[in-house]
């Protein structure tokens, strides 16, 4: 069954760098776009990168843009988050997942979801 399991989160200081890790099983990896998505607490999850399986090509939300990098491994069936400047407001639990396109928008494609990463920024 599709997987997911995330890591490389923890405890930073504001301005601090992170680099998230996911392993997806379960499912043709290379064949599908992956995301990362982010819930902080009461509020609701949201998108914050994708990267396409054809050209590796990126998306991200502008409240990430410049800070966030997406990148794949597609022998390794992982995908990466690279994050820099940290700030407080990113604190969250970080989740991966595939994901579909639809025209403009990107459709997560599995109701699974794994346990994700805790990033907890300090000020």
């Known amino acids: 069954q599709v997987q997911f399991v995330e890591s490389g989160g923890g405890l930073v200081q504001f301005g601090g760098s992170l680099r998230l890790s996911c392993a997806a099983s379960?499912?043709?990896?290379?064949?599908?776009?992956m995301s990362w998505h982010r819930q902080a607490p009461g509020k609701e999850r949201e998108l914050v990168a994708v990267i396409t399986s054809t050209d590796g090509s990126t998306n991200y939300a502008d409240s990430v843009k410049g800070r966030f990098t997406i990148s794949r491994d597609n022998a390794k069936n992982t995908v990466y988050l690279q994050i820099i400047s940290l700030q407080p407001e990113d604190t969250a639990v970080y989740y991966c997942?595939?994901?579909?396109?639809?025209?403009?928008?990107?459709?997560?494609?599995?109701?699974?979801w794994g346990p994700g990463t805790q990033v907890t920024v300090s000020s």
């Open positions: 379960g499912f043709s990896f290379s064949a599908y776009a």
């Open positions: 997942n595939a994901e579909i396109p639809y025209g403009e928008k990107w459709y997560t494609a599995w109701d699974y």
